[in-house]
Structures are given as C-alpha cells and as structure tokens.
C-alpha cells in the first residue's frame, strides 16, 4: 500500500518571502499522480498543483512549483511570493495509474499548516 | 454553478440516530468519492463508485451504505451513529482516467452528543 508522509506538521513565512513544503511517499508503481491541495479555514478543498509522474519536468501554477525527485519519491512545494491569502493546510496527495479497486483513490499526507505573517 | 454539493453543511445528532449526507456534482464526472476527515484532519477514502458500480469500499463499517442513484449523485446513509463517527465527511469526484484531479464539495460536518 501507497503511504504518503508531510513531516512538517507546521510552518510559517512572512509574507512576500519563499516557503517549502516537504512530502515523500513510498510506492511499487512506476505510473502515478502527484497533487497538492490546499484547505483553508473555510474547509474547501481547493487543487493546488498535480504532477504526472512519468514526466521530468516539474510542473509549475503561477506562484507555485514542485520539486518532484522520483527516484527519492520526494514531491514539494514551492510557493513564492507568498500572500496573507495562502495561510491554510496544505495535503499533499497521491493517486496510482495502475487499474483495480484503486484505481482513482487519493492516498493523503498528514498535512502541514501554513501560516502567512503580514 | 457549483460543482460538488453536499447537503447538510452541519449535521448535529445524537448517538443511535441514522442519518444521511446526500452529495450531487454537476461536472459530467462518472467517478464519485467519499472521504472521512477526521478531528485531527487526516483524510481519508471510505468509498468510491464509477458510474453507479462500487469500486473502493476501504474496510468501512457496514453501518456506512453508500447509494449512486446515478453518476452524478452519491449518498452516504449511516445507520446507529456513534461518537467516532463524529467527523467532517467530503464528497468528491473526478473522471476515473488519467490524471484528473478530484473536485471537492465543502464537506459536511458531522457531530455526535
């Protein structure tokens, strides 16, 4: 079974700065997706940024990018320039290519809270 | 124009009740989901069915009945709720292929005196 690890339960950047968010996941597949949600205090789960795993090059939304490195099953996010409008949890999530009973599942992080300081 | 919607938003009842979230989506998708988010926000699948068939039921308690009248509608019906069931449950959906990302509804938060 896929797992899906956030190690940062928290973190914080001022506002306009760089932050990262970490993921790893451990998975036997080859094919697979790669996403990353956004929940704010509102509750919506709100799609951030996805990842293909069979492409090299990182995908990239606006202010934020991933740093996908598949060989260490390592998926992060970068988010720039960082607004007062991005303080939320952030899950990161991942979804198999393979067919069967699996097949569209959202395996998910514990998540990381991000706060935005003015 | 929205999407994924669940009704109720808030749903507070007592222990033993049954009761039922009712989830609709708009999107032309034919893969729909629920999720269990829990008090510590771990999320997690309970159930997914593509074009009314059930395809995940991940060891949920059979006290949980899913039913897809049609693909663009997926209820949740639980029977003798208990407190553990106290949650925030999320509908979703998507097209089964590729990778189509999952459209979320706002959730339905579940309380249990």
């Known amino acids: 079974a896929q797992t899906v690890t956030q190690s940062q339960p928290e973190m914080s950047v001022q506002e306009a700065e760089t932050v990262t968010l970490s993921c790893t996941y451990d998975t036997s597949e080859s094919d697979y997706y790669l996403f990353w949600y956004k929940q704010p205090p509102s509750r919506q789960m709100i799609l951030v940024i996805r990842q293909e795993a069979y492409k090299q090059q990182n995908a990239t939304e606006n202010r934020f990018s991933v740093n996908f490195q598949k060989a260490a099953k390592s998926f992060s996010l970068k988010i720039s320039d960082s607004q007062l409008g991005d303080a939320a949890m952030y899950f990161c999530?991942?979804?198999?290519?393979?067919?069967?009973?699996?097949?569209?599942?959202?395996?998910f992080g514990q998540g990381t809270i991000l706060t935005v300081h003015p | 124009d929205t999407a994924v919607s669940q009704t109720p938003k808030y749903l507070v009842t007592q222990m033993g009740n049954d009761k039922s979230i009712k989830c609709e989506q708009n999107?032309?998708?034919?893969?729909m989901y629920w999720y269990k988010q829990d008090s510590k926000k771990f999320l997690k699948i309970m159930f997914s069915?593509?074009?009314?068939?059930?395809?995940i039921n991940e060891t949920v308690p059979n006290r949980f009945s899913p039913k897809s009248p049609d693909k663009a509608h997926l209820n949740l019906h639980i029977n003798s709720l208990e407190l553990g069931d106290s949650a925030v449950y999320f509908c979703?959906?998507?097209?089964?292929?590729?990778?189509?990302?999952?459209?979320f509804g706002d959730g339905t938060r579940l309380s249990i005196l």
């Open positions: 999107l032309g998708h034919d893969t």
């Open positions: 999530a991942y979804r198999s290519a393979a067919g069967g009973t699996s097949y569209g599942k959202l395996t």
């Open positions: 069915y593509n074009n009314k068939e059930l395809i």
């Open positions: 979703a959906s998507s097209r089964r292929q590729g990778n189509q990302p999952q459209h």
